[in-house]
């Protein structure tokens, strides 16, 4: 890969670290180990990239992906709810 170089981690109260990697041909990088070891981050994991104000990049893990959440609450539904089920249940609540 290329040079790298990273900082260390900011001083207690300070408000942020840098660390710089070096994009590969093959559009690949290393994460700092400083970058690594603050987010506990392990061979393999995933990283989330959001793209903010058009200008700056944040890499954080990912938030649980929906798939994953699938099935969390399917044993709580025990039978298919119909719209006007629903309705009436609204209704119910809102005390009308």
Known sequence: MGRRSSSPTPAEGAP??????TLSAR??????????????????????????DGQEVTIRPPSADIRELRGMLAHKVKRPVTVEEMNE????????
Request: hydrophobic share 40%; no cysteine.
């Open 16 to 21: 942020e670290a840098m660390a710089t990697a």
């Open 89 to 96: 249940a609204i209704r119910q609540r809102a005390g009308r």
């Open 27 to 52: 559009g690949q990088m290393t994460i700092p180990r400083v970058i690594r070891e603050h987010l506990h981050l392990h061979p393999g994991d995933r990283l989330e990239f959001v793209i903010r």
